[in-house]
């Protein structure tokens, strides 16, 4: 996958496991989503009640192949050796997590996407091979009980301003009311989940955020 293509694939970018799901099930909130236009999609199975062991390898197989019958790009969220086992296009790792430059070496043919809070990381992030950046919180969330000081657009904007040209979304607290700023602060898109995971209508919140990122 080329820049460009990574930049689109980003535009709407869906990160999710079950506990972010209510009471719906995760494969038919993938597949609405999918209807939608989500154009990446990040297995995160993580928080209360998330799923562990062989259940949680189950249902990641299982949402890589629908991604896989979509084309759509499949992400995991911190673990190599799950990302290796579903053999995903990539994954996503935060500044706690195992150092980028070593997943970078390890996860040659992969997508790397790093977490990003400030130009400085940002910088280390592009210099340690990263794909892609996730710059959040943008806003206050209730997903990730331990995500840092909301950062908004603004840090997006600062990053850009700093010379890095690096595809990044946006991610944290954003939903149909406020996820423009972000677009227009430089990012190529957003990373979402409970404004699809838990809305009532996966597909039309998708659809709706589809339209105004591309407005
Ligand atoms: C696209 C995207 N951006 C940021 C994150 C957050 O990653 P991290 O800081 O490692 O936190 P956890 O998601 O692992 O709790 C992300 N997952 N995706
Ligand atoms: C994974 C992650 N990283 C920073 S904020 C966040 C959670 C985003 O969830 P929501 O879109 O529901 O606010
Ligand atoms: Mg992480």
């Keep these: 996958m080329n820049s460009q293509q990574l930049r689109d694939a980003l535009r709407l970018y869906l990160v999710m496991g079950s506990p972010n799901c209510g009471r719906a099930d995760p494969y038919a909130v993938l597949e609405a989503a ?29 949402l890589r192949r629908l991604c896989a019958q979509h084309k759509v790009p499949f992400i995991v969220n911190d673990e190599e050796g799950l990302a290796l086992e579903l053999e995903a296009d990539g ?48 806003y206050a969330t209730r997903t990730k009980l331990d995500a840092r000081e909301v950062r908004g657009p603004a840090m997006i904007e600062r990053i850009r301003q700093g010379g890095i040209r690096l595809p990044l979304v946006g991610i944290g607290g ?35 955020l589809w339209r105004i990122i591309n407005r």
């Design 91 to 138: 994954i996503h790792i935060g500044q706690e997590d195992a150092p980028a430059a070593a997943v970078r070496q390890r996860l040659k043919n992969m997508i790397v996407g790093v977490s990003a809070h400030d130009p400085e990381e940002a910088q280390a992030a592009l210099a340690e091979g990263a794909d892609y950046l996730g710059v959040g919180p943008q």
């Design 34 to 62: 999918i209807a939608g236009g989500i154009t990446m999609f990040q297995f995160r199975e993580k928080g209360s009640g998330a799923l562990e062991g062989p259940a949680k390898r189950e249902l990641g197989a299982r």
């Design 174 to 208: 954003i939903d149909a009311t406020n996820a423009a700023p972000v677009i227009q602060a430089g990012a190529d898109g957003i990373a979402v989940v409970s404004a699809i995971a838990a809305a009532g209508s996966p597909r039309e919140a998708a659809e709706k």
